[in-house]
């Protein structure tokens, strides 16, 4: 293996997607976990209480097949949300056995307040890559995505 000469990175890694996919994510999330400190939320939460912000009255399944993530992290992130009154859990009218997730008044607030930061970023991202290569690349995320959902089917 060749190392380039600069902070001793591995080549492979520089051409590998996977490996710029997880830079990329990594930066973004940085990005985003200093917007969200003053509320007290990660990044990955933030995703979760947009989701339901956006989605009232999703089951903890719905939230796991969107967020493409295990049941039980789900149920972690949600008892998380719950305890810092985030969230809040309701049975559902139909089956007893479900519970039904909504976002608090204050979270409600808190995400009105985030959406201009980060329809601002939208923005800049669009700015910076044109219109094109932005549905390419959407395009190419979307089928990586749904090759790896299939390959333990």
């Known amino acids: 293996m060749q190392l380039l000469h600069k902070g001793g990175i591995l080549k492979e890694l520089v051409s590998c997607i996977g490996f710029q996919l997880k830079l990329t994510k990594n930066i973004m999330e940085n990005e985003h976990n200093i917007y969200l400190k003053k509320f007290g939320i990660s990044s990955e939460q ?46 559902s009218e139909e089956d007893r056995r ?44 979307n089928q990586i995505k749904e090759y790896y959902r299939g390959l333990n089917k």
């Open 46 to 91: 933030g995703l979760l209480l947009k989701l339901v912000y956006e989605m009232p009255g999703c089951t903890q399944t719905q939230i796991s097949e969107v967020l493409h993530k295990d049941k039980t992290t789900i149920t972690r992130m949600i008892d998380c949300l719950v305890k810092k009154d985030a969230l809040v859990r309701k049975n």
């Open 98 to 141: 479900v519970y039904k997730i909504y976002v608090t008044k204050k979270t409600a607030n808190n995400i009105e307040e985030l959406a201009p930061i980060f329809e601002k970023r939208e923005k800049e991202l669009r700015e910076i890559v044109d219109e094109k290569d932005y549905e390419t690349t959407l395009r190419v995320l």
